[in-house]
């Protein structure tokens, strides 16, 4: 009876991956029950599948070829975007060979095929390092197939990570690579579902033996579209190739491919030459540094070098082959000039700082065991101080930026200091950047309540993250848009009168006030329902849904007070005042206060939130989730007045 029962589990097993392997099938060549497919059968909400992703990689001693085909189901409208693709690869080392994509519908009977026009494929370069495949597939509708192939040629012998986890739900993925034997690869797992199938063989073609490896996964969800993610690819599933050795005249070289190594090459380029070398001239800007603190001198130089250059909308760690007087004189450059710029500035004034090489949140994420200059698209400065608790990290590129406030972009994220000990001696420094210091919001209203009116005046006050944030919301939004923001989701407040005080300097918060007007709603005329919060920068509860996939960033600690002092309508009484409380995450972490009372006729409210943490894990969220129910039912809890 077992063996009955054990050869029916192998048959299945069999079948399983039988089935699985004929779902990859030849570019145009498509099977009749994917062009009938009206659901995704792991994900009946997704509004489209990936049914197969192939690559095949042949890695030979002078390069290696990646040949990837991708095939797209979807079931409806709103698959459309997440249908249309594209790619990015490095120019300095990858050649694209070829490409082709298209879409398959089935019409009347018939399958028909509609081509992208090779002209529709834009090849752009943001980047030095960076180049993308963007296209648009034709004749999209509920039920299109769409599928694209390439091939590129890589110099060198890097073999680029698989990914099989997408936005959209995957039946299929896998991964077939064939190097010659004297190249050793290691491999490294990310993220924790199994493979369906995982193999190693090794064939002999012509004079050469090569080692194969076949990877696949099977029923991949999606990658959790969810608020607040962290911003780090670490959980994807997804599969790295490291060369380790080189077998070559019967010697073994072992590659070593550290950060370490990885900035030595840098340091070598152009970005090493212009260190430490007089960019700007001492007397545009020493006299203005006398009598100041070390502080005052690092606010001082940083706002010199932002105010006076402009940044072109390219990160980048290469300033290019222009030296950094041109790039001085021209007052434009890329992120990496700017800041090569300001660290030249700041130890030609004494003052002891280091380049930090990092990564934007659309490069990905800086991790130890990936070491490479793709890695890392930006460089800025790093400033330790006296206080080991304290330190800078300063981006003059941006115009937003403040000296005392390190990017809100690198937050929670990694650095890669670069410190050249001696002229020969070069130490590089894995370094996590975060903040304790939280930013503070105060918004202060004063109004008066009538039946099926209310108004008043809101003065706000914003430092440090807030600070930057509204700054840049004044400058992008047009106005309708920006008072829009001002008035509130969901409310019909018209504001008015609206004056934006910019502050002098860093230290200082910006603050803007404005009037407003708007209805409030009663259920009938005998009382009025008043909720103190709906001024509130509140915006939905984030953290609705029961599980979580992926872990938390909050991006940075923060408290916001909201004050009101409301004048109540005569014929009206109090008849219900939501209580006063406080409310803590279990560790404290996060922090809930209101104080509402009635006093001569006026409403008097205080609302405050505070954040001692930014990062939570997934199996906090549990305590997270509750906790941010039981916040926003208190935050929707309104005044009840009654007429009298």
Not at 261 to 271: A, L, Q
């Given at each position: 009876m077992k063996k009955i029962a054990l050869f029916a589990i192998l048959l299945l097993l069999t079948a399983s991956?039988?089935?699985?392997?004929?779902?990859?099938?030849?570019?145009?060549?498509?099977?009749?029950?994917?062009?009938?497919?009206?659901?995704?059968?792991?994900d009946k909400e997704a509004a489209a599948m990936i049914l197969f992703d192939k690559a095949d990689v042949v890695a030979s001693f002078d390069s290696v070829v990646l040949t990837q085909h991708q095939r797209i189901k979807i079931f409806n409208s709103n698959g459309y975007d997440i249908a249309n693709r594209s790619f990015r690869y490095n120019p300095r080392y990858e050649k694209l060979v070829e490409i082709k994509a298209q879409t398959i519908n089935y019409e009347n009977?018939?399958?028909?095929?509609?081509?992208?026009?090779?002209?529709?494929?834009?090849?752009?370069?943001?980047?030095?390092?960076?180049?993308?495949?963007?296209?648009?597939?034709?004749?999209?509708?509920?039920?299109?197939?769409?599928?694209?192939t390439f091939k590129v040629k890589i110099s060198g012998l890097f073999i680029p990570d698989w990914s099989f986890q997408h936005d959209m739900p995957t039946r299929y993925s896998e991964i077939d690579t064939k190097a010659v034997r004297e190249l050793k690869y290691s491999l490294i797992k990310k993220g924790t579902m199994p493979f369906f199938s995982a193999r190693e063989d090794s064939v002999i073609e012509g004079k050469y033996v090569y080692q194969v490896r076949n990877y696949a996964m099977a029923n991949v969800p999606a990658i959790a579209d969810e608020p607040y993610a962290m911003q780090s690819d670490l959980g994807v599933q997804r599969l790295l190739f490291e060369l380790k050795q080189v077998i070559a005249d019967e010697r073994t070289v072992v590659i070593k491919n550290?950060?370490?190594?990885?900035?030595?090459?840098?340091?070598?380029?152009?970005?090493?030459?212009?260190?430490?070398?007089?960019t700007i001239s001492k007397s545009e800007y020493i006299d203005s540094l006398a009598?100041?603190?070390?502080?005052?001198?690092?606010?001082?130089?940083?706002?010199?070098?932002?105010?006076?250059?402009?940044?072109n909308n390219k990160d980048s760690w290469y300033p290019g082959e222009l030296s950094l007087k041109s790039t001085w004189k021209d007052k434009i450059g890329n992120s990496g000039q700017i800041n090569l710029i300001l660290y030249n500035t700041l130890t030609d004034a004494n003052i002891k700082c280091y380049m930090m090489l990092v990564s934007t949140p659309d490069n990905g994420t800086l991790t130890p065991v990936i070491a490479d200059e793709s890695e890392v698209n930006k460089a800025v400065v790093y400033l330790p101080t006296a206080d080991t608790s304290k330190y800078y990290v300063l981006d003059a590129s941006d115009k937003y930026a403040l000296y005392n406030?390190?990017?809100?972009?690198?937050?929670?994220?990694?650095?890669?200091?670069?410190?050249?000990?001696t002229a020969t001696r070069l130490n590089c420094q894995f370094i996590p950047i975060t903040s304790k210091i939280p930013a503070l919001q105060s918004i202060?209203?004063?109004?008066?309540?009538?039946?099926?009116?209310?108004?008043?005046?809101?003065?706000?006050?914003?430092?440090?993250?807030?600070?930057?944030?509204?700054?840049?919301?004044?400058?992008?939004?047009?106005?309708?848009?920006?008072?829009?923001?001002?008035?509130?989701?969901?409310?019909d407040f018209k504001i008015s009168n609206l004056k934006f005080d910019s502050p002098a300097t860093d230290e200082e918060p910006l603050k803007q006030k404005f009037n407003f007007t708007g209805t409030s709603s009663a259920s009938d005329g005998n009382y009025i329902y008043f909720n103190p919060a709906q001024f509130a920068?509140?915006?939905?509860?984030?953290?609705?849904?029961?599980?979580?996939?992926?872990?938390?960033?909050?991006?940075n600690n923060t408290v916001c007070n909201i004050t009101g002092h409301f004048k109540l309508p005569l014929g009206y009484k109090v008849d219900a005042l939501p209580a006063n409380i406080v409310m803590n995450m279990p560790d404290k972490s996060i922090s809930f206060k209101r104080l509402i009372?009635?006093?001569?006729?006026?409403?008097?409210?205080?609302?405050?939130?505070?954040?001692?943490?930014?990062?939570?894990?997934?199996?906090?969220?549990?305590?997270?989730?509750?906790?941010?129910?039981?916040?926003?039912?208190?935050?929707?809890?309104?005044v009840v007045l009654k007429k009298i």
């Open positions: 991956t039988c089935c699985f392997s004929q779902v990859v099938q030849p570019y145009g060549q498509v099977d009749a029950a994917d062009l009938h497919l009206k659901y995704c059968a792991f009977g018939k399958t028909v095929t509609v081509p992208v026009d090779v002209k529709d494929i834009y090849n752009t370069q943001p980047t030095k390092n960076r180049r993308s495949v963007i296209f648009t597939y034709p004749a999209l509708q509920p039920g299109s197939i769409v599928e694209f550290s950060w370490l190594d990885v900035c030595k090459r840098i340091m070598k380029s152009s970005f090493g030459f212009e260190m430490d070398r007089r009598h100041k603190t070390e502080d005052e001198k690092i606010a001082y130089i940083f706002n010199f070098v932002r105010s006076n250059m402009k940044w406030t390190i990017p809100a972009d690198l937050l929670n994220r990694y650095g890669i200091k670069v410190n050249m000990e202060n209203m004063e109004g008066e309540i009538a039946p099926g009116k209310i108004s008043g005046t809101t003065t706000g006050t914003y430092y440090s993250y807030w600070r930057s944030e509204m700054a840049r919301k004044h400058d992008k939004l047009n106005e309708k848009d920006y008072l829009t923001l001002l008035a509130g989701k969901g409310n920068p509140f915006s939905d509860n984030p953290f609705t849904s029961e599980t979580r996939a992926t872990d938390i960033d909050l991006h009372s009635e006093k001569d006729g006026y409403l008097e409210f205080n609302y405050s939130v505070s954040t001692k943490r930014s990062v939570y894990y997934v199996d906090e969220y549990k305590a997270l989730h509750t906790f941010f129910k039981q916040l926003y039912d208190m935050v929707n809890e309104p």
